[in-house]
T-cell receptor
Framework: SQQGEEDPQALSIQEGENATMNCSYK?????LQWYRQNSGRGLVHLIL?????REKHSGRLRVTLDTSKKSSSLLITASRAADTASYFC???????????FGKGNQVVVIP | NAGVMQNPRHLVRRRGQEARLRCSPM?????VYWYRQLPEEGLKFMVY????????ESGMPKERFSAEFPKEGPSILRIQQVVRGDSAAYFC????????????FGPGTRLTVL
């Protein structure tokens, strides 16, 4: 079964607003990662949070991890038009560090 | 330090032809992962290789697909006798000295089968 199911699937916000997206997974993990993908491009690694961490910050990004609920959230604060992209969470639950991705959240930031 | 490189970026093949996709890891990286992304989908794991070894091929289709990572040169994902359903974006990701390191992705190869 597929790990990592983001919710909501699509989000449209005004520049300056915050964007929050969620991800759930099904089995135990060592870490969870968030990636960004601009249309037609490769994936850019945003942040990795380990299973013993509850929250992590990187610039305007804030990631939380709740292993009891098997869920994670990504918050982008003070969004910019350049944040328009698809955001994927990925877990390493498959072993050998192979990543299992969700279907992604499409975020559109309107200038 | 150059990132992960993939070529070609776009590849068009007719049904029945062969497709060869190349991935050159970041300097110092010895772990290579291949993923496939169908339209409007997330990435799906295909195969994990280290130099000259296939470590995990649990995501590879049983037929027509193969991968290698020779001692010298890039990793190759080879698809024989392509079919329209093989049309997708193929990404490789590489990581450093340990298998738990962050994976860095290449720009992908977009394969179109006519």
């Amino acid at each position: 079964s597929q790990q990592g199911e983001e919710d909501p699937q699509a989000l449209s916000i005004q520049e300056g607003e915050n964007a929050t997206m969620n991800c759930s997974y099904k089995t135990s993990i060592n870490n969870l990662q968030w990636y960004r993908q601009n249309s037609g491009r490769g994936l850019v690694h945003l942040i990795l949070i380990r299973s013993n961490e509850r929250e992590k910050h990187s610039g305007r990004l804030r990631v939380t991890l709740d292993t009891s609920k098997k869920s994670s959230s990504l918050l982008i604060t003070a969004s910019r038009a350049a944040d328009t992209a698809s955001y994927f969470c990925a877990t390493d639950a498959g072993g050998n560090n192979r990543l299992a991705f969700g279907k992604g959240n499409q975020v559109v930031v309107i200038p | 330090n150059a990132g992960v490189m993939q070529n070609p970026r776009h590849l068009v093949r007719r049904r029945g032809q062969e497709a060869r996709l190349r991935c050159s890891p970041m300097k110092g990286h010895s772990h290579v992962y291949w993923y496939r992304q169908l339209p409007e989908e997330g990435l799906k794991f295909m195969v994990y290789l280290q130099k000259e070894n296939i470590i995990d091929e649990s995501g590879m289709p049983k037929e027509r697909f193969s991968a290698e990572f020779p001692k010298e040169g890039p990793s190759i994902l080879r698809i024989q006798q392509v079919v329209r359903g093989d049309s997708a974006a193929y990404f490789c990701a590489t990581s450093g000295r340990t298998r738990t390191d962050t994976q860095y992705f290449g720009p992908g190869t977009r394969l179109t089968v006519l």
